[in-house]
């Protein structure tokens, strides 16, 4: 049983909100109350003495930060590792998956241009962290890399992770893809180089020409750029117009 013993305002509203949104059974108590027995893991604010007899686990919470002790309190429970690992399926839209030994404790879904900030505010402060980023997607993996400099990262072979989605399941299947490369092991890397092909060339200048208001495509340059993850299309599209192009 999950136990809340707090007398911290923010601490007591965070942590049980975070607890009900999952679903997950747990007791609050006083500071000065007996811990129940069958107690496994006691939640607390820093500096704060709950009761604890029995010695049962204390995740200390943070008034800014509820989720990560929850997440914490989920992996104590369901007896895992704790450590940190985070699966990015790349693409302009990857899938992230955050796990702790083998709870998958959050996801998400986010634009290309906030990947590797989401995965920077997952990893903060964890101990001895990992992200494993799939092999896909060469061009939108090799940004997600190069901007998670000094976070330890693999390289994984994704063949085969994205799962047959069934009905209902559209849209789920970067994340789940990310959740199978955050449990796979991959090469150590610190950076990828990755030069664009005229085939990905031309499908940016392609979706340049669709995106734009003149039916014309970016040149080759910007298309580079926007490939290389310097330039948004968006940005691209502005550079063009101020040429005159």
Do not use: W
């Not at 550079?239 to 005159?244: A, K, L, P």
Request: hydrophobic content about 40%; aromatic content about 2%.
């Amino acid at each position: 049983m999950i136990v809340v013993a707090t007398a911290d305002f923010e601490v007591y509203h965070g942590v049980v909100n975070e607890l009900r949104d999952r679903g997950v059974t747990f007791t609050t108590i006083e500071l000065d109350d007996e811990l129940p027995e069958r107690a496994t893991v006691v939640v607390s604010a820093d500096g704060e003495d709950p009761p604890n007899p029995d010695d049962a686990p204390v995740v200390r919470a943070d008034p800014d930060d509820p989720r990560k002790a929850v997440d914490e309190v989920v992996a104590v429970l369901r007896g895992g590792s704790g450590r940190t690992v985070v699966g990015v399926d790349p693409g302009e839209r990857p899938g992230v998956a955050v796990l702790s030994g083998d709870m998958v404790v959050a996801t998400f879904h986010v634009p290309l241009s906030d990947a590797a900030e989401v995965v920077r505010e997952e990893v903060d402060d964890a101990v001895d962290p990992l992200v494993r980023v799939g092999d896909g997607a060469r061009l939108q993996g090799a940004k997600i890399i190069d901007d998670l400099e000094g976070v330890p990262v693999e390289l994984v072979d994704e063949t085969g992770t994205t799962p047959y989605l069934g009905t209902g399941a559209r849209g789920m299947g970067d994340v789940l893809a990310a959740v199978n490369i955050a449990r796979l092991s991959g090469e150590r890397v610190d950076s990828r180089t990755i030069e664009p092909t005229a085939g990905e060339l031309q499908r940016i200048k392609e979706r340049s020409r669709e995106a734009g208001d003149a039916n014309r495509a970016i040149d080759e340059d910007l298309a580079r750029r926007v490939a290389l993850g310097d330039l948004t299309m968006e940005e691209a599209l502005a550079e063009h117009r101020d040429d005159g192009a």
